[in-house]
């Protein structure tokens, strides 16, 4: 195996973008086995190990079509202390899910810090000491993953010379390439297991609807909202009401959550 980093930067030399992209889309739960197996080739090709997880909030472990677990028995997390999806307190202690809540875009990261493509504030506020012990690497190229309805997925390329701290390099060369395979892993992976609707199909809010809902998702009651848009209040709680039957929402804070998760309230709200 090639120890140069330059030496990996086209291992199989005729293998295009679009052919790695293909081999790692998934379609239907069958595919999920080939395209993890294909994930790990190009990883490991790049002197990169790769662990995945498409959703941080949940505890369900990622399984191909056969109950295979993808971490464990293709990406090789076996050893010791390398099975982290066993132990749930890592989506909240480790900085590498609690970092891809606030950033969308790849980054590498260190015990020094987080090394991006520009100054995230967020980050310079996560605490970095003890960072292998929390984070089970010296250093991780990291691939935050921002699906529809709010989930968030984290996904990790480690050196195989696991004392290697340093991955400005292999960020440089391969980021962008982990980026567009992970996302579209992880996309497809979502899509095949994805069994219930969260929110019904083809939802539309009216602009009162949306409104209402951004003042209320800062604490605004009916009576105030009605006041700052200068309409009854049997008027606001109308439109509320409405859109709450739209996003099939069982009370106020389940319709507020919902046309969140869309997009319709803004990061500000």
């Known amino acids: 195996m090639a120890t140069n980093v330059v030496d990996l930067h086209n291992p199989r030399g005729r293998e295009s973008l679009d052919e790695m992209l293909e081999a790692v889309t998934i379609r239907s739960s069958e595919d999920i086995h080939d395209a993890a197996v294909a994930l790990a080739r190009i990883a490991e090709e790049r002197g990169m190990q790769v662990s995945v997880c498409d959703d941080i909030s949940s505890k369900e472990t990622m399984l191909d079509s056969d109950g295979t677990v993808l971490n464990a028995d293709i990406f090789g997390w076996i050893a010791d202390g390398e099975r982290w999806w066993e132990d749930h307190r890592l989506a909240l202690s480790s900085p590498l899910p609690r970092a891809c809540r606030y950033e969308s875009e790849p980054f590498w990261i260190n015990q020094q810090g987080f090394h991006m493509r520009w100054r995230n504030s967020y980050l310079e506020e996560i ?24 989930q968030i997925s984290a996904n990790s390329f480690i050196s195989l010379d696991r004392e290697k701290d340093d991955l400005s390099q292999e960020f440089e060369l391969f980021g962008s390439l982990f980026s ?20 019904p199909s083809d939802c539309v809010l009216s602009k009162r609807e949306v409104e209402c ?49 869309l997009g319709y309230l803004g990061a500000n709200s």
């Open 127 to 150: 605490d970095l000491s003890d960072f292998e012990k929390r984070s089970l690497c010296k250093a991780a190229i990291v691939i935050p993953v921002h699906l529809p309805f709010g």
């Open 180 to 199: 567009q395979i992970t996302r579209r892993f992880i996309a497809g992976y979502v899509q095949a297991i994805r069994t219930t609707r969260r929110i």
């Open 213 to 261: 809902l951004r003042w209320a998702a800062i604490g605004k009651t009916d009576k105030e909202i009605s006041m700052i848009l200068e309409r009854s209040h049997a008027t606001i709680r109308y439109h509320i009401h409405r859109a709450g039957e739209k996003l099939d929402s069982v009370n106020r804070a389940q319709t507020i959550f919902k046309a969140g998760q």
